[in-house]
């Protein structure tokens, strides 16, 4: 069946980074865009980035510019996301999501289980 | 960026009720919205998109519909499962933004 599978929960300190992975299975890899969405604790959804598995081209949202970077490695169909310059504002758990479309019309069908980070001293 | 504002933030409901929730986008997006259900510790769960397509295996009692900027989801006889959270989100231009949630808890 079609899954995303992510990396395990991380702990940082502020300053640090960190990479997490989505592991994807089920589908061709390459054919779907793949996000990153996080949300803080008790707070709503953020949208994050995302990449062409295909192309390996990113757009990543204004607010994470210069601390992100998404990658992926098509030899194991898994996406990567590094987060630079870790605050306790990063705090969340982080989703990837794949989108398909329907008609032309953009659906985030697919998500992972989500991974939590915590940024603390 | 464009801003969803989704209202109410909070709503109780029985078993049974029908239940609207509005999200206002801050300009045009062509149809271009999601809605979301998330229950504690899951990710979201897709319902609806381009407005009011429901997504394979959704149960009907779930609608979305439109009126310029304003969308509507609407829940026909609320059942225990569907007490949760809900998200609306604009896939018209990025970033893609989502609307700040509604809680829909049992009265």
């Known amino acids: 069946q079609v899954q995303l599978v992510q990396s395990g929960a991380e702990v940082k300190k502020p300053g640090a980074s960190v990479k997490i992975s989505c592991k994807a299975s089920g589908y061709t890899f ?8 996080r949300q803080a604790p008790g707070q709503g959804l953020e949208w994050m980035g995302l990449i062409n ?11 994470f510019q ?5 990658t992926r490695d098509t030899s194991t169909s898994t996406m990567f996301l590094d987060l630079s310059s870790l605050r306790s504002e990063d705090t969340a ?9 329907y008609d032309f019309w953009p659906l985030m069908d697919v998500w992972g289980q989500g991974t939590t980070v915590t940024v603390s001293s | 960026d464009i801003q969803l504002t989704q ?3 909070f709503l109780s409901a029985s078993v049974g009720d029908r239940v609207t929730i509005t999200c206002r986008a801050s300009q045009g997006i062509n149809s271009y919205l999601a809605w979301y259900q998330q229950k504690p510790l899951k990710a979201p769960r897709l319902l609806i998109y381009a407005a009011s397509t429901l997504q394979s295996g959704v149960p009907s009692r779930f609608s979305g519909s439109e009126s310029g900027t304003e969308f509507t989801l609407t829940i026909s006889n609320l059942q225990p499962e569907d007490f949760a959270t809900y998200y609306c989100q604009q896939l018209d ?10 809680k829909v808890d049992i009265k």
């Open chain 1, 30 to 37: 390459t054919s779907y865009y793949l996000h990153w969405v």
């Open chain 1, 53 to 63: 598995p295909s192309t390996d081209r990113t757009t990543y949202a204004q607010k």
């Open chain 1, 66 to 70: 210069g601390r992100i970077t998404v």
């Open chain 1, 93 to 101: 758990v982080y989703y990837c999501a794949r989108v398909s479309y």
């Open chain 2, 7 to 9: 209202s109410p933030s």
């Open chain 2, 93 to 102: 231009s990025y970033p893609w933004t989502f609307g700040q949630g509604t």
